[in-house]
C-alpha cells in the first residue's frame, strides 16, 4: 500500500515513474518468500524515486535548515544567553514586569 503511495507523491510532483527494470512475472507459488522479494523489490523502488524527488529536486535539506534556522534552534547559544540575561525579569510577578 504504501508503494503505490510513494508513486502517487512522485507522480503528483510532475515526475515521470521509473518502471522497475527487473521484470515482474508473477507466478502462482506456494513459498511465500518469492513473492515477499518482488514485494519488498517494488517498495525499494518506489520509497528511492521518493528520496530522490524530495531530498534532491525539492533541497528538503534546505527547508530545514531554514526551519532550523527560523526557530532559533542553530542558534542555541543565542537563545541560552537570552534566557540568563531574562532570568531576573521571568521570575518577577506579572504585575512588576514594566510594560516598555
Given amino acids: 500500500l504504501q508503494t503505490g503511495k510513494f ?3 512522485v ?3 510532475g ?3 521509473e518502471l522497475l527494470t527487473t521484470s515482474l512475472n508473477f507466478e502462482y507459488t506456494l513459498k511465500e518468500r518469492y513473492y515477499m522479494e518482488q514485494i519488498e523489490g517494488a517498495y525499494t523502488h518506489a520509497s528511492n524515486q ?3 524527488v524530495i531530498i534532491k529536486e525539492h533541497d528538503l ?3 530545514l535548515r531554514s526551519i532550523k534556522h527560523y526557530f532559533l534552534l542553530d542558534q542555541g547559544d543565542l537563545f541560552v544567553h537570552f534566557m540568563d540575561m531574562a532570568d531576573d525579569e521571568l521570575q518577577k510577578p506579572i504585575g512588576l514586569i ?3
Fill in 7 to 9: 508513486l502517487n507523491v
Fill in 11 to 13: 507522480r503528483n510532483c
Fill in 15 to 17: 515526475k515521470e515513474l
Fill in 50 to 52: 521518493l528520496l530522490q
Fill in 61 to 63: 535539506i534546505g527547508y
Fill in 98 to 100: 514594566p510594560m516598555s
